[in-house]
């Protein structure tokens, strides 16, 4: 399956994509603001031409048995990405704690301007079993 989701934000890319890595403003926003019990960065590089991060993230659910049998009280979920500096763009794929050799999850986030102040964030999504 997949799909597109775009949000307008207030704001300019370069905003943008400093919020986007730091992380103070990520560790806050996921666990203060949206509730996760963990937001952790793993590993964070950058070079000349991209930005890698690895981090770990356990959101809260609140699912119903069956969906819990299946994929444990205690889902979680390690995201892979790269920004290409050249183009602007995040390539993500997300690894599940559980059925992931049968998941397939990845994105792409890019950004754009759509007047004063205000930017679209598309992301791509591709969600399949394998």
Not at 10 to 38: A, H, P, V
Not at 63 to 91: A, D
Request: proline letters at 2%.
């Amino acid at each position: 399956m997949k799909f597109t989701t775009t949000h307008e934000i207030s704001g300019d890319k370069i905003t943008f994509w400093d919020r986007f890595f730091n992380k103070d403003f990520n560790t806050q926003l996921y666990i203060d603001y949206l509730g996760y019990s963990e937001y952790t960065i793993i590993d964070q590089n950058e070079s000349d031409t991209e930005i890698s991060r690895k981090v770990s993230i356990a959101p809260r659910f609140n699912m119903p048995g069956p969906v819990i049998k299946l994929l444990g009280s205690n889902l979680r979920l390690t995201e892979e990405g790269k920004f290409v500096k050249e183009t602007q763009v995040w390539y993500s794929k997300k690894i599940l704690s559980t059925l992931a050799d049968k998941t397939l999850w990845e994105e792409t986030l890019r950004i754009e301007s759509v007047g004063d102040n205000t930017i679209r964030r598309i992301i791509d999504t591709t969600l399949n079993d394998r």
